[in-house]
């Protein structure tokens, strides 16, 4: 066991103790898994969710004698990503092969780009909060090394252990239906800002790129699916020293929120090593989501230990100076361009901006407003009781059971005065729980507010009755006192009552 594994948990140092006597520097690696139809080399589709090694082929197994060929929508969501990215395109670049033995390669060789990448020395620019709600936030330009195409691997699922690992499985089964599918790794430069925001402007980085993704329709990015996976690298030098420190690689982190904790620890704990005289090993390391900690994988290869060398099956790919200035032109609004119209549009403040952001209901909210609602209203339902839902449920917001037609039709049923507050969030929580549409939930609840004069006027009555002592107090001109002839009327009515007629309905008959 190394020094680097001895430290307990429960004594590491507080980040702020860490970053007192040392920088972080980080770089990320990110994986995207693009939306093609089809696999990266061969006509195998990319659908998810089909049986075990149902979707493959000779050429993504491997098999002898099978040719690849470029799928060309992968290239070309490759260009999109450089574009956005700001890098230059290459004039001309090749794959290679990056050999090492995984089960999970059936070909023992993964298709890459090496030293010529597609898309080469962009940055993309993020925003980190303020210190404080007042404070302006600040903004960090992310050097973006490379973009580069490659082919993702298998998937191996360890049987008949406690951790789902390969340690203390019986046995491995192997399915290749995702061996080949596109992906595009984005790999930062050096990172390099105060040490006290490194973990928050990891997890922007991570969040910007994800919108800038989805804004390219090239992928979904859904981190809890795999669509996306970050590789977070993190150093420490001493405070003052330039020279970077000994790396490792926390490997696959599925969240943006746990981006942001992996780095964190991961500086907590070198931090510890590195005070105890100990050594940082160069290693790629676990992320585990329940107890926030990181531990030991496996030895990280130098890039030579890859033995890359050129892929002799696939020609150069020359992408022409035309094509590229022509996908340049179907490049959607930037996300942070898109957000500061959105904002100045919805009226919004940047701290409503924030959490809108952050549960990803922009693009939700952004719909329910096209669909007839308010951004008031629409920004309430689903920062309220759709995000609660969704929570609950361990789902995405999009995929909670409601759609932004539903809660526009919601809004629209309150603005006609037919629900009140109450009784739209009974009509929510039917949409959520499958009970149909929003008109079908009322219907079927009997949710409808009462507006009728006679209905209302008899409960109206009722609650005067009983309550004399407050009727006296209206009659005398206290109209502070209708309020609680209000709630007595809406109790009656098992809060379904026109709150503003009872109002009207009871001043009439008190004489107020």
């Given at each position: 066991m ?9 004594s ?19 994986h ?52 956005a ?13 990056k050999?090492?033995f ?27 909060p ?25 998937k ?62 090239v992928?979904?990015a ?33 969240s ?8 964190t ?6 931090a ?64 942070a361009a ?35 609602a ?64 929003p ?7 009997g ?41 007595s ?18 001043i ?5």
């Open positions: 190394t020094t680097a594994e001895r430290v307990n948990p429960s590491l140092p507080g980040f702020d103790d860490a970053i007192a006597r040392f920088e972080p520097v980080m770089g990320m690696e990110v995207v898994e693009l939306g093609t139809a089809t696999k990266m080399f061969c006509g195998c589709s990319t659908e998810f969710g089909g049986d075990p090694n149902s979707q493959v082929c000779p050429v993504c197994l491997g098999l002898p004698g099978s040719l690849p060929v470029v799928n060309g929508t992968a290239v070309e969501s490759a260009i999109c990503i450089g574009l990215l700001n890098c230059d395109i290459a004039e001309w670049c090749r794959f290679a092969r050999n090492y995984y089960p999970d390669m059936p070909k023992n060789f993964q298709v890459s780009q090496y030293d010529e990448p597609i898309a080469f020395d962009g940055w993309l620019d993020v925003t980190v303020g210190a404080d709600a007042t404070a302006e936030p600040d903004v960090y330009r992310i050097g973006i090394e490379r973009a580069h195409m490659e082919e993702d691997t298998g191996s699922l360890h049987v008949g252990g406690a951790t789902g690992r390969i340690h203390g499985a019986s046995h491995s089964l192997l399915d290749y239906n995702r061996s080949g599918i596109p992906l595009i790794e984005i790999v930062t430069k050096p990172i390099e800002v105060p040490p006290a925001v490194a973990p928050a402007v990891a997890r922007a980085y991570v969040t910007e790129l994800r919108e800038l993704i989805k804004a390219l329709a992928s979904e859904r981190m809890e699916l795999g669509q996306m996976r970050c590789d977070a690298n993190v150093s420490l030098r001493p405070v003052g020293t330039t020279a970077f420190g000994t790396r490792t690689e926390t490997k696959n982190v599925n943006m929120r746990s981006v942001e904790r992996a780095v620890y991961e500086v907590r704990r070198q510890a090593v590195l005070t105890e005289g100990g050594s940082i090993v160069q290693e790629t390391r676990h992320w585990h989501e329940d107890t926030g900690e990181t531990t030991a994988g496996r030895a990280k290869e130098e890039a030579e230990d890859y033995r890359y060398f050129p892929e002799p099956d696939l020609v150069p790919i020359a992408p022409s100076r035309e094509w590229v200035e022509q996908l340049r032109t179907t490049l959607p609004e930037p996300p898109r957000r500061a119209r959105l904002q100045a549009e919805w009226g919004f403040t940047d701290l409503e901006m924030r959490d809108v952001v952050n549960a990803g209901a922009m693009p939700l909210i952004e719909a329910t407003i096209t669909a007839g308010d951004a008031a209203g629409a920004k309430k339902w689903w920062l309220g009781e759709i995000s609660r839902t969704a929570n609950e449920r361990g789902t995405a917001l999009e995929d909670a059971g409601i759609t932004p037609a539903d809660v526009a039709r919601v809004e629209e049923l309150v603005a006609a005065g037919s629900l009140n507050d109450k009784l739209a969030r009974q009509v929510v929580e039917g949409v959520l729980a499958g009970e149909g549409a008109d079908v939930v009322v219907e079927a609840r949710l409808a507010v009462v507006s009728d004069d006679s209905a209302l006027g008899a409960a109206v009555d009722d609650a005067i009755a009983a309550n004399p002592d407050v009727a006296e107090k209206i009659r005398g001109g206290n109209m502070g006192a209708v309020g609680a002839i209000i709630g009327v809406m109790k009656a009515t098992q809060g379904q009552a026109d709150a503003k007629r009872a109002r009207e309905l009871i009439e008959r008190l004489g107020g």
